[in-house]
């Protein structure tokens, strides 16, 4: 669902380099020929990031000083070393809703960012649900599976344990509107804070 006028839906992501989104979408190739053609929303390549924090409908006035808070909270954390690896479900690998890409590496790190930029943001936007923070790159959205499908999605997973997509640094999160069209969401770089 799309925000309402004068609002814009909004998250704070880290951005994942060129060459690991390319072996993510080889990831999201291989899993889909497990599954019957479109039982799975994939995640367009070009847009796959680590969400630190969903902020959902924040007026669009208040996106400037948003955008400021933000900078002002993480400057000076300094890069992150990240690492995109193995795939996974949630909620369940037997009840698939998300199928994502792990993020190792600072993983305490991680979550001290995501309590900083989740602090930072509170004055702006609406809280997001109370579930513990999990650094995870969403590959698709499954649809419909019946248990062979999901079965046949969970073994084509196994495939993927340990598999390393790369390593990268993470200089800066990013302000992204997100819009939901007839052929998905556009995400949309709104600012850049950096870490450093």
Known sequence: MNAAP??????????VPDEVRERLAGAQAGLD?????????WTVPAQLHLTVQFLGAAA??????LG?????????FGPLHLAAQSVGFFPHPRHPRVVWAGVEGEKERCRALH????AACA??????????????ITLG????????????LFTAAVGFSGVSFGEWTAAAVELRAS?????????DTVTVAPLV
Request: positive net charge; hydrophobic residues 50%; contains cysteine.
């Open 6 to 15: 004068g609002t814009r839906r909004l998250f704070v992501a880290v951005p």
């Open 115 to 118: 309590k900083l930029v989740a």
């Open 141 to 152: 959205r499954p649809r419909d599976l019946d248990r062979a499908a999901v079965d046949a």
């Open 60 to 65: 669009a006035a208040e996106v400037p000083r």
């Open 33 to 41: 020929c497990a599954v019957p053609a479109a039982r799975i929303r």
């Open 179 to 187: 819009e939901l069209t007839p052929g998905g969401a556009r995400h």
């Open 68 to 76: 400021d808070a933000l900078a002002r909270a993480v400057a000076g």
């Open 123 to 136: 004055p702006f936007a609406p809280a997001a649900a109370d579930e513990p923070f999990q650094a995870h």
